[in-house]
């Protein structure tokens, strides 16, 4: 460093002292600001990446558990007092039956999220039951349900692209594959079994009027020259059915309408979820699509994007 001529040492220190106080007081303000501050929250959570964790084991023959009645009933009551903004109320249902009520910000969409699922500290998810996803940042009018994760392949993101796409939704996903459990006898198929976890949280949105997109997958064999069909189930066709089959067909996608034609009983006319929505009028849609649609990101992505407008229709105030 360069001195100016004629200033002796203690001119100098006097010069540089109050410079450097400042900058001790400078660092220590930056300091109180940051401890003011507390510590960074959570990283947000990928959803995607979350599911894919979750569903990674799901097998045929892993490990299944009927739930009884009481317990299917806790976990559609822990949903319900979500839906009405009583997480406290929510944990009292959940807690006996080995769940528990999460929430974190959604990494893709930036909005809050709930949780219900297995407690790492409870039974465990090799039960098989599985989860239920709540956007929190809006009323709650639709849901998307994917009764068959990894068995019909990918469904389990193409339900997680639709549930970020749209606000309102709820995203209830089976916690097995529809082949668990050791007998075979198709226990854990939540489609065709009124007895899940899954279908008395699907029934007791259902209730509550809201809407329902179930998402499935078909072998192209068996369908040949169709990439998707859309049906209403057991139910009426109504104006959400023909929006998403025109809205795939535009993506350029080949669309068998189960209210019009054959569609190789892939109409979904047996499923518990639709017949109980039918019975009370409920809008509710059956989706089967071909592997490339759910397995390729790109035609996925276009998929949910469909589906998301189909359910941003049904975003109309829901009577508790």
Do not use: I
């Given at each position: 460093m360069e001195t100016q001529p004629g200033k002796s040492a203690g001119a100098r220190r006097a010069v540089l002292l109050?410079?450097?106080?400042l900058l001790v007081l400078a660092a220590l303000a930056v300091g109180l600001t940051v401890a003011a501050r507390g510590p960074a929250g959570p990283q947000p959570v990928d959803l995607a990446a979350r599911v894919d964790e979750y569903t990674a084991g799901f097998a045929p023959g892993t490990p299944y558990t009927v739930p009884d009645a009481a317990q299917r009933r806790a976990v559609a009551d822990g949903v319900v007092a979500v839906l009405d903004g009583r997480p406290d109320e929510?944990?009292?249902?959940l807690g006996p039956v080995g769940y528990r009520l999460t929430e974190f910000t959604e990494a893709d969409s930036g909005r809050r999220v709930a949780e219900i699922a297995d407690d790492p500290a409870g039974p465990g998810s090799?039960?098989?039951w599985g989860r239920v996803y709540l956007d929190l940042s809006a009323r709650a009018s639709w849901s998307v349900q994917v009764p068959h994760p990894v068995s019909d392949s990918r469904t389990e993101l193409l339900g997680v692209d639709v549930f970020r796409a749209a606000p309102g939704g709820v995203l209830v996903l089976a916690g097995a594959h529809r082949r668990a459990g050791p007998d075979g006898s198709g226990a854990a198929d939540p489609a065709h079994r009124a007895d899940t976890v899954f279908a008395a949280v699907t029934e007791a949105l259902?209730?509550?009027g809201l809407p329902g997109l179930q998402v499935h997958g078909f072998d192209e064999g068996s369908l040949p020259g169709q990439d998707a069909v859309v049906s209403a189930g057991p139910g009426r066709a109504g104006p959400a059915a023909e929006?998403?089959?025109d809205g795939l067909g535009t993506a350029g996608y080949a669309v068998c309408r189960a209210w019009r034609e054959k569609c190789g009983q892939l109409e979904g006319t047996t499923n518990?979820?639709?017949r109980f929505a039918a019975g009370l009028g409920v809008p509710w849609l059956h989706v089967e699509l071909a592997g490339r649609l759910r397995t390729e990101p790109a035609r996925r992505a276009a998929v949910a994007s469909v589906l998301a407008a189909t359910a941003a229709g049904w975003r109309t105030p829901v009577t508790p």
């Open positions: 109050p410079a450097v106080a929510a944990g009292r249902a090799a039960r098989g259902t209730a509550r929006l998403t089959a518990v979820e639709g």
